[in-house]
């Protein structure tokens, strides 16, 4: 595609349930990051792949949060027994350098999940 | 802590008018600097950035920005703002070369009247 799509647009989870948010980056980007943003709020880094590799998941703001990218393309943010607190948007980027090519990284439209 | 500070919530401006939006940074080198664009419903858009060099930084849509050591602020600005600038802004900072952790202030929202 011509950008970084992300999907479900629009989430909402009942306390306690499982979700998965998809990331597709632009073809051929080697780097991908997650971020969270809260309402009001900047967004604040999450994790970092590059290709297939998980190098930073520092962000992570506990162990119900897990990302994942198999092959080095598309990503997947799952979130376990969601919080009302957990409710945000989802950011993906992607940049077609390493990790220095956070300067040419490329924002999705991202995933709001709310949850009740 | 590192930290990024966008002062200014909420700003309204006239159209036509001149805009200022103010970013300090707390550091201890200097970072590389970022400002991003955020309209509503879409992703962040990248407007400029700075790493070194020349201190006034020109980016897209007509915006630039200024980055002061002495100052540690890389205030964002456009000589005349047009109705679609509205949105909501957001200065950004890496910590340097290798560093790939955005990390964004808490934005100002900017509103635009006729």
């Known amino acids: 595609g011509a950008g970084v799509s992300q999907s479900p647009r629009y989430k909402v989870a009942k306390r306690g349930q499982d979700v998965a948010l998809r990331c597709d980056p632009i073809?051929?980007?080697?780097?991908l990051f997650w971020y969270q943003q809260a309402l009001g709020q900047g967004p604040e880094f999450l994790t970092y792949f590059q290709n297939e590799a998980q190098l930073d998941k520092s962000g992570l703001p506990s162990d119900r949060f897990f990302a994942e990218r198999p092959e080095g393309s598309v990503s997947t943010l799952k979130i376990q027994r969601t919080q009302q607190e957990d409710s945000a948007v989802y950011l993906c980027a992607s940049s077609l350098r390493d990790r220095a090519g956070v300067a040419e990284a490329f924002f999705g439209q991202g995933t709001r999940l709310t949850v009740v | 802590a590192q930290s990024v500070t966008q002062p200014d919530i909420h700003i309204t401006v006239s159209e036509g008018a001149s805009l200022e939006l103010r970013c300090n940074y707390s550091?201890?080198?200097?970072?590389?600097l970022f400002w991003y664009v955020q309209s509503p419903g879409q992703g962040l858009q990248l407007l400029l950035k700075y790493f070194s060099g020349d201190t006034l930084v020109q980016g897209i849509k007509g915006f630039e920005a200024e980055f002061k050591r002495s100052q540690s602020s890389f205030n964002l600005r456009k000589p005349s703002v047009h109705w679609s600038d509205a949105a909501e802004y957001f200065c950004a900072v890496v910590p340097g070369a290798g560093s790939y952790q955005l990390t964004f202030g808490k934005g100002t929202k900017l509103s635009v009247i006729p």
């Open positions: 550091y201890g080198a200097t970072p590389y």
């Open positions: 073809s051929g980007h080697v780097s």
